[in-house]
């Protein structure tokens, strides 16, 4: 059809219906069952042609003597759940009397014309204004993270899956008490639960979503007998106000329910043609369907000599996500889900969410909304598990752990720079020299000491001397402006600044050690004694100041010493070779240096040019043999980019860790790893 064409239903007098005959006798129950699905399945696939009357078709399929499998497959452009029942019940009627030899005459419904009539005589401008009102300022779909399409480079085909949960008769009966009461209805609870789980899926305080209506206009006489397609998907927006009573919320939303229905009419692509959300996106991404169209017993025990025993009901939609709400003695609840989207374990756990969330709004109407739970009994209980993290360690701070580890490495590599490098006992000579020396100055516990040095040998040992003679230290980067080192000097107080002879911090009135040209090569090599316990400062580092003046963090020994002996029970590569990445006033480069010191590593130093320059990188992680990386994601992208041009893809690296940044999982980090 072009652009400014309309879809047309033709009705034909006569068409001769599909009607496919099968004998599975000779097979056993449970080939007849696999036999079924896969026959339902090659059903679905089939699909239908919309300009190829009917569009429906039927297969009778005979398991026993007397048992037949009645499989009655159409597309939903030719009726909705409300119109199945009345055709059944006319064709039973039907069945019933020419078994006794007689005619049945009954009477014509009104035909589906006269709706189509209605719907011309609607006023589209005035719904077309209310719904753009609605979708004001809403230019996103809500969408699931989770699902696992967003990551899959080639786009698989959809399948379509199902999982099903019925809340218990006790629960459903007081959801009803608890609706009548309120005067409220079932729908409004399962629509707020969803608006409540997709909140806290994507953690934003508006969703969107799909709600589908039954679309029978009250004022059309008849309606309820007429036959045809009436069932319309409107979007429904909703603010989670979480400080609000959850009663108060579902009777506001019963009243936009309300607001919404004098347009429920109105089509769903005229909807999204005026909302702000890009065409080539989806309006919404979910629905929910409540399904309490008018249900006659009558139907599973027809009459005559047919007995209906089980009756199930496949359907398919083009939403990832579908909801379906059937009320009853227990209320039921299926998921219809799109399998290159999601996967069955993600499923039935957002099928326990919404149904902790329906028992929850039954437990306590009063409470608000940010306070009903959504995590399962078995889930609340994992977290328990997963918080028991309490463990005994020693209570020693970080120069004992790289002492003790000198004992049993000496002459292990533990740092190297470019053509430089120290075994662990050549480090701890050097640093217990400069440590010795600092703790003449007056260096001691609690005592702050600003580092500001070139990436050296030199740097490591400046701060490990600083630790090892009690002090915290103070990063700085030589290339921060020198208002910033200045504030941040003051601001922590400290009294001693380490250095080197090329870089110049003037007016500061505090003592300089120049690394590079001081003269405390004579003092002890033995390991200093500095009354340090774990409560005592190891490091303040500042933060970047985005917002106003940087901010100083203060890390104790004790929190620094559980992270290492954390990081040190959940590595697998003990003794590994570690590239030296960050700047040292991240604190990640803590994490770089002394997780690698105290577990019998060796540290790999880098130039600032090397740093910034991905393809100088990976050529030294290949030359030095890096085994892990810590990077944040920019860098780790850069190193992926220029593996992938030159095609060397480093055989020694076993770990790399990266944060800081949003993780994104692209083509060439999928091939890097």
């Not at 409540?290 to 006659?296: L, S």
């Not at 020693?396 to 740092?415: G, H, M, N, R, S």
């Not at 300089?512 to 001081?518: A, E, G, H, P």
Request: some cysteine.
């Amino acid at each position: 059809m072009g652009k400014q064409e309309k879809p047309l239903q033709v009705v034909c007098k006569q068409v001769d219906l599909p009607w496919h005959n099968d004998d599975w006798r000779s097979l056993s129950l449970e080939e007849q069952q696999e036999q079924l699905e896969i026959f339902l399945e090659a059903d679905r696939v089939q699909g239908f042609v919309l300009d190829k009357a009917p569009l429906m078709r039927f297969s009778l399929i005979k398991i026993a003597d007397d048992i037949y499998e009645f499989v009655w497959s159409f597309h939903h452009l030719l009726i909705d759940g409300w119109s199945w029942p009345i055709l059944c019940k006319e064709v039973f009627a039907f069945y019933n009397t020419l078994l006794q030899g007689k005619y049945l005459y009954l009477n014509t419904p009104r035909p589906y014309r006269d709706y189509i009539n209605w719907l011309q005589q609607q006023d589209l401008k005035a719904a077309e204004i209310f719904w753009q009102q609605q979708l004001h300022g809403f230019t996103n779909p809500t969408r699931l993270l989770l699902n696992r399409g967003e990551t899959q480079i080639v786009p698989q085909p959809k399948t379509y899956h199902e999982q099903q949960c019925c809340l218990s008769a006790t629960m459903t009966a007081a959801l009803q008490s608890q609706a009548q009461q309120y005067h409220l209805t079932l729908s409004i609870f399962v629509l707020a639960a969803w608006a409540i789980l997709l909140s806290r899926y994507t953690d934003e305080s508006e969703v969107l979503f799909g709600a589908t209506v039954s679309g029978r206009p009250p004022t059309l006489s008849g309606v309820e007998s007429m036959v045809g397609l009436f069932i319309n998907t409107l979007p429904v927006r909703l603010k989670i106000p979480t400080a609000k009573p959850l009663w108060q919320w579902l009777r506001q939303l019963q009243t936009q329910q309300v607001e919404r229905s004098q347009y429920s009419w109105c089509p769903l692509v005229e909807i999204q043609a005026i909302s702000e959300i890009p065409p080539e996106l989806p309006l919404f991404e979910s629905i929910v369907v409540f399904e309490n169209y008018p249900h006659d017993t009558s139907l599973s025990n027809p009459g005559g000599s047919i007995q209906i025993i089980k009756r199930r009901v496949i359907e398919q939609t083009n939403y990832p996500l579908t909801v379906i709400a059937v009320p009853g003695q227990e209320l039921s609840l299926r998921i219809l889900y799109d399998g290159s989207r999601f996967d069955g374990e993600t499923i039935n756990r957002m099928m326990g969410h919404l149904v902790t969330l329906l028992e929850g709004m039954v437990t306590n109407i009063e409470q608000t909304v940010a306070e009903i739970s959504m995590l399962t009994a078995t889930e609340q209980r994992q977290i328990v598990v997963w918080n028991d993290t309490q463990t005994d360690y020693p209570h020693k701070c970080i120069a004992q752990l790289f002492e003790e580890q000198v004992e049993q490495t000496p002459d292990a590599v533990a740092v190297s720079f470019q053509s430089q490098q120290l075994t662990y006992q050549q480090l701890n000579s050097q640093a217990n020299k400069l440590a010795h020396h600092l703790q003449k100055l007056g260096v001691k516990p609690e005592v702050r000491v600003g580092i500001c040095v070139e990436r050296s040998l030199s740097m490591v040992i400046g701060l490990l001397a600083i630790l090892k003679a009690g002090g915290a230290y103070v990063p700085l980067d030589p290339r921060s402006p020198q208002e910033r080192l200045t504030y941040m000097l003051s601001d922590s107080q400290a009294s001693v600044l380490l250095t080197d002879s090329s870089i110049t911090l003037s007016g500061q009135p505090l003592t300089l050690v120049c690394l590079d040209t001081s003269g405390f090569c004579q003092n002890s090599q033995e390991n200093p004694v500095s009354g340090l316990i774990p409560e005592n400062l190891a490091y303040v580092m500042y933060t970047s100041g985005s917002t106003g003046k940087p901010k100083g963090v203060a890390m104790s020994h004790r929190s620094l010493v559980n992270l290492l002996y954390w990081q040190m029970d959940e590595n697998t590569s003990n003794f590994a070779k570690t590239l030296q990445f960050a700047s040292i006033s991240f604190d990640v480069s803590f994490q770089e240096i002394f997780s690698t010191w105290c577990n019998g590593g060796s540290l790999v130093l880098i130039t600032e040019k090397v740093q910034k320059d991905g393809f100088a990188l990976l050529q030294l992680i290949a030359q030095e043999k890096v085994e892990r990386l810590f990077l944040p994601f920019v860098a780790l992208q850069q190193l992926a980019h220029a593996a992938s041009i030159t095609q060397c893809y480093p055989a020694s690296l076993r770990q790399i860790m990266t944060a800081g940044e949003q993780l994104h999982i692209t083509p060439v980090l999928v091939n890097f790893f």
